[in-house]
């Protein structure tokens, strides 16, 4: 039967799944690490569980063997059992080396008088070095030990000790012995093929109460690299069965785990033996092992790497003449044309970023946004360019106008008081003008993004827009850029007022506090990926300010450092 074909029949389904699942191994300790405790707390980890330990027996051995073995008193054992016990829920036990028979009579009795929802047993005898790790006379408690297990995992030569025949010589007598060992212990029983010659290692779920076999194939990894297999196998099989509650599932995502591991074991390059397989290799090459930055840091590190950009922009020529009210009218108005087109598309790349948004708070921010840009920052421009005056004054009441390209803002705009342009969005005047080289360079950035499709990577290059109109407007009120800027008479006044609108720098705030978690839950690549969209988007917004005054000398970029 495949594990596709098995139907849940027997799977232990007393189980309740728990995301971070409580695991204790009881087993000895191997100090070069690939077997023993040490293996089962790495599995235990690498799966996603949370893992304790029990130690039955020290061993001396490294990669190429044991040397010798030391045996607390089994007394110590039950000490430990019962202190995590007494004081943590556990959801999984994996019992491995067991080492004499006192040591195994603790563990029985201390499962006796404790509840664990699964028991895997891993009948640890003879590691594949040859060497002993169960005393020969203590065979006989090692049975009786076996039906308190939901699951046993001999290696081959261990399943033919509990079947009391030959070592299986093929694969079929090897699943005709697990049988037997299920049917005696009412167990399942896993065995495994490891041991088998040939260019497979399959392994098979055995579980004579429901008459299931489920057979999991895979070709042989060509390594030397075993050492702890089975320990870091049966670990890994009992974390996962308390966490999916489904004996196939867990075996499954078990062995896919181990045949990573095993794959990548020979590049940990320790021992000259056979050394161990290699526990995180998946978790590093896929998550990266450098601890995630938390949003703030990434704030900081983000706006710190634009920090050239941001101020070439101050020192433009048009943002200059915008703050000292010496800029002409005609590349004022030009500028407006620019943004109005600029609005038009950026609204239409906000409300893709409201579609693919994963969840309702996020897809109404980016589709308010859109809203904004459209109807709120629009109707400010086509007051200036329909009617090619200043609409409103400073601080007229309703104006929550932000600033050109600035989104996320509703409300009567100074155009709308002026009454000059009933429906903005269909002012000819609005659209009159065709994009020019910097506004397409821009758009095209963002438009792309946006069809790429990747959520993350969007937010992040729409940030900008948001980000550096408010630094801007906050700056320009606070009088950074002179006096005259503050001045009701300057005859941009109503303009500059848009920019330091508190509607505007809370839906920036908002913005950026939603792309920096996003940045903070990304992997490295893509948060890296999403940097690169947010500088490219500020870089765009340095262009655009400096195109409508662009035969002036534009201020060169000394790129700043950037983590
Ligand atoms: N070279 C290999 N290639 C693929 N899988 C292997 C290899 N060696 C062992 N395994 C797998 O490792 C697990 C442990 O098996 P085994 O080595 O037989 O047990 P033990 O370590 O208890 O002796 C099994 O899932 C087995 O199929
Ligand atoms: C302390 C300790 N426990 C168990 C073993 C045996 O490990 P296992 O996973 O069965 O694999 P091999 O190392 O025997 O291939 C051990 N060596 N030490």
Redesign the pocket.
């Known amino acids: 039967m495949s594990a596709a074909a098995e139907t849940g029949a027997g799977q232990g389904a007393t189980v309740s799944a728990r995301r971070v699942p409580r695991v204790l191994s009881i087993?000895?300790?191997?100090p070069s690490g690939?077997?023993?405790?040490q293996?089962d707390l790495k599995s235990i980890a690498a799966v996603g569980g949370y893992g304790m330990s029990a130690v039955t027996?020290l061993?001396a051995?490294n990669t190429r063997g044991?040397r010798a073995v030391h045996v607390p008193p089994a007394a110590f054992l039950g000490e430990q059992l019962d202190a995590i016990g007494e004081d943590i829920a556990i959801d999984a036990v994996k019992i491995?080396?067991l080492a004499n028979a006192s040591v195994i009579e603790v563990v029985a009795e201390w499962l006796r008088r404790t509840s664990v929802p699964v028991v895997v047993l891993?009948p640890?005898m003879?590691?594949?070095?040859g060497d002993r790790?169960l005393d020969a006379d203590a065979e006989a408690a090692l049975r009786e030990l076996l039906p308190r297990a939901d699951l046993i995992t001999p290696?081959l030569l261990e399943l033919a000790v509990l079947a009391r025949e030959a070592p299986a010589a093929t694969w079929a007598e090897a699943i005709a012995q697990a049988e037997a060992v299920s049917a005696a212990t009412g167990a399942r029983v896993l065995a495994k093929g490891g041991h088998l010659p040939g260019a497979d290692a399959p392994d098979a779920l055995v579980h004579a109460a429901s008459a299931t076999v489920v057979e999991f194939g895979g070709a042989r990894i060509a390594t030397t690299a075993?050492?702890?297999?089975?320990?870091?196998l049966s670990s890994a099989i009992a974390t996962l069965q308390a966490e999916l509650g489904n004996w196939t599932e867990a075996v499954d995502e078990a062995r896919r785990w181990l045949r990573e591991s095993l794959r990548h074991g020979e590049s940990l390059e320790v021992g000259g033996g056979?050394g161990p397989v290699s526990h995180f290799a998946g978790l590093w090459s896929r998550g990266g092992l450098r601890t995630a930055p938390a949003p703030r840091e990434i704030e900081a590190d983000w706006w710190a790497g634009i920090a050239d950009v941001r101020g070439a922009i101050d020192e433009l020529p048009f943002i200059r003449a915008l703050a000292d009210g010496t800029l002409a009218r005609e590349p004022f108005l030009g500028y407006l044309a620019q943004d109005a087109l600029y609005l038009r598309d950026y609204a239409r790349v906000l409300a893709e970023a409201s579609r693919l948004a994963p969840d309702a708070a996020a897809q109404a921010f980016w589709a308010n946004s859109a809203h904004g840009a459209l109807v709120g920052e629009l109707e400010l421009h086509a007051g200036w360019l329909s009617g090619g005056g200043a609409p409103g004054a400073l601080g007229v009441p309703g104006v929550t106008g932000g600033a050109p390209g600035a989104p996320g803002v509703t409300g009567t705009t100074g155009a709308a008081d002026a009454g000059r342009s009933a429906d903005p969005l269909h002012a000819a005047a609005t659209f009159a003008a065709e994009p020019d080289a910097t506004t397409t360079a821009y758009l095209d950035h963002l438009l792309a993004t946006g069809a790429r499709g990747d959520y993350a990577v969007l937010a992040a290059a729409l940030l900008p827009c948001f980000w550096i109109y408010v630094d801007l407007g906050e700056r320009l009120a606070a009088g950074d850029f002179g006096e005259r800027a503050l001045d009701p008479g300057h005859p941009y006044a109503s303009w500059l007022a848009t920019y330091a609108d508190p509607g505007f720098a809370q839906a920036t705030r908002q913005a950026i506090d939603l792309v920096t978690l996003l940045a903070a839950d990304a992997t490295p690549a893509r948060r890296e990926a999403m940097h690169r969209a947010f500088r490219a988007s500020a870089e765009h917004e340095l262009a655009f300010f400096a195109a409508p005054l662009a035969h002036e000398p534009a201020p060169r970029l000394a790129r700043a450092a950037s983590r």
């Open positions: 087993a000895g300790s191997d690939g077997a023993g405790i293996a027996a061993t051995q044991v491995g080396m891993d640890v003879v590691a594949t070095s790790l290696n075993t050492h702890g297999t089975g320990c870091s056979h």
